[in-house]
């Protein structure tokens, strides 16, 4: 299952385990990625805590965590290829991986028929 | 407020569409920020072949002299530079100086070749309207000023910029950094000057409005040119140690905290006869308070400009007044003016990000060596 928030995150969810990165609207509206930085292993948030931060050429965003939890994992490869967010912002450019802690709140984020028809209202 | 409606264009505001440019308001004008191949891209095309600009936005204007007074020496009034040893054909920057020693704006100025007792004028699109009016208060029936709206101005920039040119143009490698000359191409009267904002070598080419669309296509049909937005200009300017007005300068800031020292003529500096000189020779001589000094931040975070610049022990020293990715440099880089004490190249400071306090160290400007073709 993949959820997305009104802020351009996905998590993609498996059991109680999420993986969570920006959404190819986001990483397009973005531009070139040149700075990322990402939560400490172990650390806890509450849904919506600013988690991480993501520059591009153009400026800084914050990343809000669509689902409170502990992050398990952080991608590494990014620290090696910023690259990979702009051009798999779904696959090999995910930025961390969370236990959630309260799985109801994935029901306030949208399904991708939604979110994509939220993105169209955008532009 | 600027709404996409009232925004002026530039003559090539349609073939900006065409090649898919993201158009953003820019001193009141709808500016391609970036083409599809995206800033860094694009900044990285323009250090390794040729990047086409159009910079028609910026302000161009002929001042010539009523009298038997020669121009360059007229201008001098306004500016700290010799203008009137300029010789014909040759183009210097300078500084237009109010009465406080501070920069209106900062230009080219090139005295024409062929046009008897006349200088040509590029200052920038957000000065234009100021500068013009400012200039025109000082000399009165003196000099004429002829302001070209509507002409475009192309920038060419790169290794392959005088390769490229030459196809159009078999004078290009002929002319010298900081020369200019009026030529005639695909039967435009256009006037080219070897020079830029990138640094690298490259030229500037003002077109008559309905010209530049043909001489812009011509170049883009050479696979070593690309249209390069606003975006990289801003990337290669900063990584070239070049100022932004309205950013690393204004009119509060002096030539010397500026560190633009350089556009101080020494005959001048004898004689004072520039606006705000009380101010500038004295600084001069004991040193400005604050510097303009590169800085590089040391992590991988951008320093943006506003971002708050201290010592190491925490006090405010400085702010960044230009600060991004140099994607030629691989890495954040910055500008910003600190107080003259820590202006010493290599000297630690911090910077304020997002709350946290950054390492940073002043560099050495430029980041990435100019290749100038003197």
């Given at each position: 299952?993949?959820?997305?928030?009104?802020?351009?995150?996905?998590?993609?969810?498996?059991?109680?385990?999420?993986?969570?990165?920006?959404?190819?609207?986001?990483?397009?509206?973005?531009?070139?990625?040149?700075?990322?930085?990402?939560?400490?292993?172990?650390?806890?948030?509450?849904?919506?805590?600013?988690?991480?931060?993501?520059?591009?050429?153009?400026?800084?965003?914050?990343?809000?965590?669509?689902?409170?939890?502990?992050?398990?994992?952080?991608?590494?490869?990014?620290?090696?290829?910023?690259?990979?967010?702009?051009?798999?912002?779904?696959?090999?450019?995910?930025?961390?991986?969370?236990?959630?802690?309260?799985?109801?709140?994935?029901?306030?984020?949208?399904?991708?028929?939604?979110?994509?028809?939220?993105?169209?209202?955008?532009? | 407020?600027?709404?996409?409606?009232?925004?002026?264009?530039?003559p090539l505001?349609?073939?900006?569409?065409?090649?898919?440019?993201?158009?953003?308001?820019?001193?009141?004008?709808?500016?391609?920020?970036?083409?599809?191949?995206?800033?860094?891209?694009?900044?990285?095309?323009?250090?390794?072949?040729a990047?086409l600009?159009d910079?028609s936005?910026?302000?161009q204007?002929?001042?010539?002299?009523?009298?038997?007074?020669?121009?360059?020496?007229?201008?001098?009034?306004?500016?700290?530079?010799?203008?009137?040893?300029?010789?014909?054909?040759?183009?210097?920057?300078?500084?237009?100086?109010?009465?406080?020693?501070?920069?209106?704006?900062?230009?080219?100025?090139?005295?024409?070749e062929d046009?008897?007792?006349?200088?040509f004028?590029?200052?920038?699109?957000?000065?234009?309207?100021?500068?013009?009016?400012?200039?025109?208060?000082?000399?009165?029936?003196?000099?004429?000023?002829?302001?070209f709206?509507?002409r475009g101005l192309i920038a060419l920039?790169?290794?392959?910029a005088e390769t490229v040119l030459s196809r159009l143009w078999n004078g290009s490698a002929n002319l010298?950094?900081?020369q200019a000359r009026g030529v005639d191409i695909l039967g435009y009267e256009c006037f080219i000057s070897r020079?830029?904002?990138?640094?690298?070598?490259g030229f500037e080419i003002s077109v008559p409005g309905e010209g530049a669309e043909d001489l812009v296509r011509a170049l883009l049909a050479f696979?070593?040119v690309?249209?390069?937005?606003?975006?990289?200009?801003?990337?290669?300017?900063?990584?070239?140690?070049?100022?932004?007005?309205?950013?690393?300068?204004?009119?509060?800031?002096?030539?010397?905290?500026?560190?633009?020292?350089?556009?101080?003529?020494?005959?001048?500096?004898?004689?004072?006869?520039?606006?705000?000189?009380?101010?500038?020779?004295?600084?001069?001589?004991?040193?400005?308070?604050?510097?303009?000094?590169?800085?590089?931040?040391?992590?991988?975070?951008?320093?943006?400009?506003?971002?708050?610049?201290?010592?190491?022990?925490?006090?405010?020293?400085?702010?960044?007044?230009?600060?991004?990715?140099?994607?030629?440099?691989?890495?954040?880089?910055?500008?910003?003016?600190?107080?003259?004490?820590?202006?010493?190249?290599?000297?630690?400071?911090?910077?304020?990000?997002?709350?946290?306090?950054?390492?940073?160290?002043?560099?050495?400007?430029?980041?990435?060596?100019?290749?100038?073709?003197?």
């Amino acid at each position: 299952m993949i959820k997305y928030s009104k802020d351009h995150e996905w998590i993609r969810v498996d059991g109680d385990q999420g993986v969570v990165g920006i959404s190819d609207y986001a990483q397009e509206s973005l531009g070139d990625i040149v700075f990322v930085e990402l939560p400490e292993v172990g650390a806890s948030f509450s849904s919506k805590d600013e988690v991480a931060v993501v520059e591009s050429v153009k400026a800084a965003s914050e990343i809000y965590t669509p689902v409170g939890g502990e992050i398990t994992a952080v991608n590494k490869d990014l620290a090696g290829d910023l690259s990979l967010v702009n051009s798999s912002p779904m696959e090999g450019g995910w930025f961390y991986k969370i236990k959630i802690s309260d799985l109801s709140e994935l029901d306030r984020l949208m399904d991708e028929a939604a979110y994509n028809k939220y993105v169209e209202t955008l532009s | 407020m600027e709404t996409p409606e009232n925004l002026k264009k530039t003559p090539l505001f349609n073939l900006h569409a065409e090649l898919g440019g993201k158009m953003v308001p820019f001193a009141g004008y709808n500016m391609p920020v970036q083409y599809p191949m995206g800033v860094m891209k694009e900044h990285l095309h323009t250090r390794a072949a040729a990047g086409l600009f159009d910079v028609s936005h910026m302000g161009q204007a002929f001042l010539r002299a009523r009298g038997d007074q020669d121009i360059g020496k007229l201008f001098e009034r306004l500016v700290p530079g010799n203008i009137a040893g300029l010789k014909p054909g040759q183009l210097r920057y300078t500084l237009l100086l109010n009465n406080t020693g501070g920069i209106m704006d900062d230009l080219m100025v090139t005295r024409h070749e062929d046009k008897d007792n006349t200088l040509f004028l590029v200052v920038n699109a957000a000065c234009k309207e100021q500068d013009f009016a400012h200039i025109r208060d000082k000399f009165k029936d003196e000099a004429d000023l002829e302001i070209f709206n509507g002409r475009g101005l192309i920038a060419l920039q790169g290794p392959e910029a005088e390769t490229v040119l030459s196809r159009l143009w078999n004078g290009s490698a002929n002319l010298k950094f900081m020369q200019a000359r009026g030529v005639d191409i695909l039967g435009y009267e256009c006037f080219i000057s070897r020079s830029g904002y990138t640094g690298e070598d490259g030229f500037e080419i003002s077109v008559p409005g309905e010209g530049a669309e043909d001489l812009v296509r011509a170049l883009l049909a050479f696979d070593e040119v690309k249209a390069i937005g606003l975006g990289a200009r801003d990337s290669l300017r900063l990584e070239a140690g070049l100022c932004l007005y309205g950013h690393d300068l204004d009119e509060g800031t002096s030539p010397v905290e500026a560190d633009l020292v350089w556009t101080i003529a020494k005959a001048r500096r004898k004689t004072g006869d520039f606006p705000g000189a009380g101010r500038i020779l004295k600084e001069l001589e004991e040193g400005a308070a604050r510097k303009r000094v590169g800085i590089k931040p040391l992590g991988r975070a951008l320093a943006r400009e506003g971002t708050e610049i201290s010592d190491q022990e925490g006090s405010k020293i400085g702010v960044i007044t230009s600060g991004g990715f140099g994607p030629s440099f691989g890495g954040p880089v910055a500008m910003g003016y600190v107080a003259s004490a820590h202006s010493a190249t290599g000297t630690r400071v911090g910077l304020l990000v997002r709350g946290k306090m950054l390492e940073g160290e002043v560099y050495a400007l430029p980041f990435v060596k100019q290749d100038y073709k003197r």
